[in-house]
């Protein structure tokens, strides 16, 4: 049904934003749409005044994918594991 291709392109793709009215779920054209990476290199943040911005956080090679982090990078590895596969 539409209702769950709706629900499911928002846990699938679904970023989370911060707001002053409370935690929630945004989707975006572009930026929804990239890769994990344990090693990103963007930096994304949702930020009220602009939307969701994003930052190269080091160089990037011409070509190279730009990739995102959906996970705290701070968990051990096997507590990613386990939250890349939720």
């Known amino acids: 049904t539409d209702e769950k291709s ?5 846990r699938t793709n679904g970023l989370p ?10 989707v975006y054209p572009t930026v929804s749409r990239f890769n994990h ?7 994304n943040s949702y930020q009220e005044e602009y939307g969701e911005v994003l930052h190269a ?5 011409k070509g190279e994918e ?3 982090t959906y996970i705290d990078l701070f968990m ?3 507590e ?6 939720r």
């Open 6 to 10: 709706v629900v499911g392109i928002v």
């Open 66 to 68: 730009l990739c995102i």
């Open 57 to 61: 956080i080091r160089d990037v090679a």
């Open 17 to 26: 934003v911060e707001t002053a009215e409370g935690d929630m779920v945004g």
């Open 76 to 78: 051990t590895r096997q």
């Open 37 to 43: 990476s344990c090693n990103n290199n963007v930096n």
């Open 80 to 85: 990613r594991q386990d939250a890349l596969r």
